[in-house]
């Protein structure tokens, strides 16, 4: 049974969201590299150092970790610190969880792990929607990192004493009040995301989203996950993040692309069906709300 809930990168751009989530069914240990007050206590510390990584979750006495202290932006970054963010201090908190006997371990992954986002060249899509089977083929620092990091939580997965191991692949998760101003009070049409300054990674992303309340929820969802081994899923808003059907986007932004699906309305390129079934998340908040 889950009782405590270990937050790395609780003080981060997501994580005092997911804190204050979690923290209506569990005790929360926030965890940062440069301290805070984020949870119900905070451990300071650093998970690209192994030391660090197991003193932290032993302090803790943590049921439960959720990882999301990796930097989240490289172009801010050198590339090989990037990389290492993710990799190590993955490997660290993996390691530390097995021995330490920690239940569950979620992982923040990215709709990069695709080769989106920071990538320099166009997506590589074999069908839509897209799915867990479909290859990841990420050329960028954090892509490259983001698969890495699935690689080994695959591996550390088919250990007999691993804890159940969950990846979430989202992609940008915008505050309520981000999302009204980035989507409801802007021109969502086709022509004017076109000429936005990001349209290249918006493209890339496939035009997802998801609200940062729902990613919270994911969250909380994959905390309790019962699954053996681990398991990646992704997860995005039910809708695209542009005003023109799904079927038409497809026509203009993605020509020859094999649809496996019709596309009736504005539905997200991105299937959700194995969160659901996995974990019994749905996404509920959305800009045409």
């Known amino acids: 049974m889950t009782n405590t809930v270990l937050v790395t990168g609780s003080t981060g751009r997501i994580g005092p969201i997911v804190v204050d989530r979690l923290a209506d069914e569990y005790h929360v240990v926030g965890n940062s590299r440069s301290g805070g007050d984020v949870g119900d206590e905070h451990v300071r510390g650093d998970m690209t150092d192994p030391g660090d990584a197991y003193g932290v979750l032993a302090t803790s006495d943590a049921d439960a970790v959720v990882h999301l202290g990796m930097l989240s932006n490289p172009t801010e970054t050198p590339g090989h610190t990037t990389f290492l963010s993710t990799v190590e201090s993955t490997y660290n908190v993996l390691e530390a969880s097995e021995a330490l006997g ?33 290859p990841l083929t990420p050329q960028d620092p954090y892509g490259l990192a983001k698969q890495v990091m699935e690689v080994t939580a695959d591996g550390v997965g088919r250990r007999a004493d691993a804890p159940t191991i969950t990846s979430l692949r989202v992609p940008w ?58 398991e990646a899923v992704w997860a995005t808003a039910e809708d695209t993040t542009v005003a023109l059907p799904t079927a038409e986007l497809v026509e203009q932004e993605y020509p020859g692309v094999e649809t496996r699906r019709d596309f009736e309305g504005y539905e997200s390129l991105v299937s959700t069906e194995k969160a659901t079934a996995l974990l019994g998340w749905e996404p509920q908040r959305g800009w045409r709300d």
């Open 173 to 230: 998760m915008p505050r309520e009040q981000e999302v009204q101003a980035a989507f409801v009070e802007r021109d969502r049409s086709l022509d004017a995301v076109r000429r936005h300054e990001s349209y290249h990674a918006i493209h890339n992303t496939l035009f997802s989203y998801l609200h940062a309340e729902d990613a919270a929820d994911l969250v909380a969802c994959a905390v309790d996950a019962g699954h053996a081994g681990h």
């Open 102 to 134: 920690v239940e569950s371990v979620v992982l923040a992954s990215s709709m990069s792990a695709l080769g989106a986002g920071f990538d320099p060249d166009p997506v590589h899509l074999e069908y839509l929607p897209l799915d867990e089977a479909h």
